[in-house]
């Protein structure tokens, strides 16, 4: 299996979910990749091309990919995929 890079966070500068899910993954000690699609419109090529939408924030990691979403939402969408959870190192213990 390959290795995944590390995950990517397509964020827009001032967004109150941005860093809310900024300040999660950290919480978490998940190593990001912080894009701001604000500032850079290569990067915002990139997260429309993946995600299919312009909101922010959205998270890319290998092939799962969960766009304008709030923490709660990224760990429902994240219990479907247990190895992306394991791979990223998020606790569940949430459940």
Known sequence: MSRISKPIL???S????CREALSFFNSQGV???LRDVSLNAKDMDAMVSISGQSKVP???Y??????DFSVDEFL???NEFPEARHNLGISDSEN
Do not use: N, Q
């Open 76 to 78: 429902a969408e994240l």
């Open 14 to 17: 001032g967004c109150p979910w």
């Open 31 to 33: 190593d990001i990749d």
């Open 62 to 67: 290998g092939d799962f990919v969960v766009a």
């Open 10 to 12: 397509y964020v827009k």
């Open 58 to 60: 959205t998270f890319e």
